[in-house]
């Protein structure tokens, strides 16, 4: 079993911690950018270029 200098106690936690705030938060920007205007241009310019690709469009 290995042991840890009393001053790196807790570092693994803090940067979960860090990592999850920054997956929260890039969640939130796309929620808000998908959920506006830009976001419905997007997935509808997005749908007519695979139909096209696919010939139907």
């Known amino acids: 079993m290995r042991r840890h200098r009393l001053d790196e106690q807790g570092i ?7 990592g999850t705030a920054a997956g929260a938060g890039l969640a ?15 997935l509808h310019t997005l ?10 469009g």
Not at 12 to 18: G, I, N, S, W
Not at 49 to 54: A, I, R, T
């Open 12 to 18: 693994t936690t803090a940067e979960y911690a860090v």
């Open 28 to 42: 939130a920007l796309l929620y808000k950018m998908l959920s506006g205007g830009f976001g419905e241009r997007l």
């Open 47 to 56: 749908f007519d270029h695979v139909l096209g690709l696919l010939g139907i």
